[in-house]
């Protein structure tokens, strides 16, 4: 078996000129000196690359075959597979498991000229096999050591599974449930999804990105996406500058600040032009403004997708159009490696633009060790001890009971009796091991995830009795075309009835079955699917006690159940582990601390609906009966839940806030926290300013600081923030951050509906 330096001379030269001794180790890759040795070794590669090995290394495909089965002979894949012998490929995603990895790279560095390693990308959203809660979800938790851990566990299995790339973490921020894909980010406010994003991409890269349990992390989707009219996926975006600047873009800059190696760009379009071929979005923003030095790659066929937007004619003008805007790597479009080298002959694109590509992809795989060792995340004995072991499932247990927010809990209904109780549990989400798995879940097996009657049942001391009641879903797929709701089938309603009649307290397990957000899944309406709402109602005519336990992707409507059933405890996806979670919580044996990281509406109406709202010139009712205001006439303007709304077993009581301007780019707030309640629980202390008058109008409220604390039993604590210019300030229209003098409201509570407030100038 030959060496993968050594296919040719020109590696031979490669090697003599910028690997240097056999076992140099680049250690120092994160610091200034290691940087400049990886950039030399990248300039030498590039020097002895041909325009079609260079672009080569901007083409990625998707795992076209059994790569340990036969090879390709005709079609598609049989020129996917020639076009991976010439070291045409420079990433592939979807292929994994080492045996599966190992293949393909030894084709890459034992078969091509200059044996260039492969970046092995994955979907790696919220775990490999292992699941943490869906991202939203962990959002919820509020707890950015928790969600930085899930990122880290979920690093190390796929890096054990030969993966070094995820296409995670999503961090565009959305304010319309309807989209399916809310699911997968940290919710509506800029100021949470930026604290997330940095999070995640540290859970993902950690402090050694060679290491071999850590992968790239990428931000996605570059601009915009979360604002799709209508909610509906893929659809226009047309949004102001300011929304731009203050609300979409901060998230992104932080994981840029944090040193994310990788961007994605967006489906949609922004001012008419497709985020792949937007330059004001990756040139003049990413690689300019803010000097990103990592590479963008497209979405799944997106560069293709131009033209169905009517930005493009054709591939070729895909291929000029993208590389232009700096889009540096195609995902399974064909058009840098079937046009780009030809247009570069042409003269119509500069080869520098190539150059430049080239380098930062280069860089990055440098950077993750694959030419010191391409096969380093190729380890059986790894792969199987590291998946799916007893401290990944813990540490996705902790993360989902973290992630579970108390919606209401009306005389005490929660916590459950440990004994004694006669307890009937309902829905066919209840006993659902599919589902609790949520979307984004493409390595993770059918099944496997921990039932809610299965954690119910570890509890010895009641009797349980369960009825499914009806079925959410008939087949299911995550990506089928359409899943098959459940709208007729009330055929199991009697037992579940029956169940219910005679029961102490009854458990209701409803929502949406795990593929009915992500991707692809935008709803028109937000309420239980199916005839799950006519099951609860029908349940409660026989016995109101009931606590619903929410299974759900996204915020729904529920105005019915908040005005009837005494507990609601909203779930999400959680994950492998999700009935332990769920089962803990019901139990008191943890107390839940989850507050809402987006907006949960009264009606379908309300969406897009938002805490951080600008006020506008009629913001209230002038008289009793004046209509000429800004308000719904059939609907009140007020949410549900409102954005970081969650109760806890305990209670808690704010007092005595003070407000302190030390300098123009100083300001002190503190405030005292006392648990009034009878048992130890957490409070996300939440810290939100208004700016009352500026030269750009500011919204109502904006998240500028948050604290998870924990008190015992009556114990009070003194809560400190700081804030500084970055959270004082705003960016202008023209996306310059200004920091201005005048009044400002300064508001601390458990919720962004609190009302305890000070005020203060500044100069």
């Known amino acids: 078996m030959r060496n993968y330096f050594y296919t040719t001379i020109f590696s031979v030269v490669l090697v003599l000129i910028s690997c240097g001794k056999a076992n140099e180790k680049d250690a120092m890759a994160t610091t200034e000196s290691g940087s400049n040795t990886i950039n030399k070794k990248v300039d030498s590669l590039l020097a002895i690359m041909t325009i079609e090995e260079k672009v080569g290394q901007m083409n990625q495909y998707n795992g076209f075959w059994n790569v340990t089965g036969p090879t390709p002979s005709e079609g598609g894949a049989a020129k996917k597979y020639e076009h991976l012998k010439k070291g045409y490929v420079g990433s592939m995603l979807n292929v994994r498991g080492v045996e599966e990895v190992r293949a393909v790279q030894k084709i890459a560095v034992e078969e091509t000229r200059l044996g260039i390693p492969l970046i092995i990308g994955f979907d790696v959203i919220h775990g490999y096999e292992t699941l943490s809660p869906i991202p939203l979800a962990e959002a919820a938790s509020w707890d950015l050591d928790a969600i930085k851990k899930s990122a880290a566990i979920a690093a190390k299995e796929s890096a054990a599974a030969g993966i070094n790339w995820t296409f995670a973490p999503m961090v565009d921020i959305s304010r319309d449930a309807r989209w399916g894909r809310v699911m997968e980010g940290a919710g509506e406010d800029p100021y949470l999804g930026s604290k997330i994003a940095v999070a995640r991409v540290q859970g993902f890269q950690g402090d050694d990105l060679a290491s071999p349990n850590t992968i790239a992390a990428c931000a996605k989707h570059f601009a915009g996406y979360g604002f799709a009219e209508s909610g509906r996926d893929y659809n226009t975006v047309d949004v102001g500058t300011s929304t731009l600047n203050n609300i979409i873009f901060p998230p992104f800059k932080a994981a840029a600040e944090a040193g994310v190696k990788t961007f994605m760009n967006a489906f949609n379009e922004l001012n008419g032009v497709p985020a792949t071929g937007n330059a004001y979005l990756q040139r003049d923003i990413l690689k300019s403004k803010w000097n990103y030095d990592g590479f963008v790659v497209s979405d799944w066929g997106s560069l293709n997708e131009m033209i169905a937007h009517g930005f493009a004619a054709n591939k070729k003008e895909v291929a000029e159009l993208a590389v232009k805007a700096g889009s540096d790597m195609d995902m399974e479009s064909y058009a840098y490696v079937e046009e780009l080298a030809n247009l570069v002959k042409e003269g119509k694109v500069d080869e520098a633009l190539i150059n430049d590509a080239v380098k930062r992809i280069l860089r990055v795989k440098y ?112 990506f089928a075309i359409e899943l098959n709701i459940n709208t007729t089938d009330k055929s199991g309603f009697s037992k579940a009835i029956a169940t219910a009649k005679n029961a102490d307290v009854v458990v209701m397990v409803l929502g949406e079955h795990g593929f009915q957000s992500g991707e692809g899944r935008s709803r028109s309406e937000l309420g239980l699917p199916g005839v799950q709402q006519e099951l609860l109602e029908a349940v409660y005519k026989v016995n109101k006690n009931i606590v619903l336990v929410l299974n759900n992707g996204r915020p729904l409507t529920i105005n019915w159940a908040d005005a009837h059933v005494p507990a609601i405890l909203e779930a999400w996806q959680l994950g492998t582990q999700s009935g332990h979670a769920i089962a803990q919580v019901l139990y008191g044996d943890y107390n839940p601390s989850g507050k809402l990281p987006m907006t949960f509406p009264k009606s379908v109406g309300q969406v897009p609906i938002y805490y951080n709202y600008k006020n506008t010139g009629r913001p209230k009712l002038p008289a009793p009966d004046e209509v000429f205001w800004s308000h719904y006439t059939d609907q009140s303007n007020a949410p549900l839940y409102p954005f970081g709304y969650g109760l806890s077993y305990t209670s808690f009581a704010y007092s005595n806030l003070n407000v302190q301007v030390v300098s123009k780019n100083e300001v002190q707030v503190s405030v005292d926290l006392k648990n009034t309640g009878k048992v130890t629980g957490k409070e996300v202390v939440q810290l939100y300013i208004r700016d009352l008058f500026a030269s750009v109008t500011r919204p109502v409220k904006e998240l500028k600081g948050f604290e998870m604390v924990e008190l015992d039993a009556g114990a009070s604590k003194t809560i400190h923030f700081v804030l500084t210019e970055k959270e004082l300030g705003f960016y202008d229209n023209e996306g310059h951050f200004i920091i201005e003098p005048g009044k400002f409201n300064v508001f601390v509570g458990g919720s962004s509906n609190t009302n305890l407030e000070a005020n203060f100038d500044l100069e």
Request: aromatic share 6%; hydrophobic share 35%.
């Open 367 to 478: 950077e993750l060790g694959l030419f010191d060792d391409p096969y380093k995340y190729c380890d059986e004995s790894r792969e199987k001890a590291v998946i799916g072991s007893k401290e990944n499932n813990d540490a996705v247990l902790d993360v989902a009971k973290k992630s579970i927010v108390l919606l209401k809990n009306e005389g005490n209904v929660l916590p459950l009796k440990k004994e004694g109780q006669n307890i009937a549990l309902i829905g066919a989400l209840a006993n659902d091991k599919t589902s609790p798995l949520g979307s984004w879940r493409i390595a993770a097996k059918d099944s496997t995830a921990v039932s809610v009657l299965e954690g119910i049942q570890n509890y010895k001391g009641n009797t349980i009795s369960y009825a499914k009641g009806a079925d959410v879903t008939i087949g299911k797929g995550e």
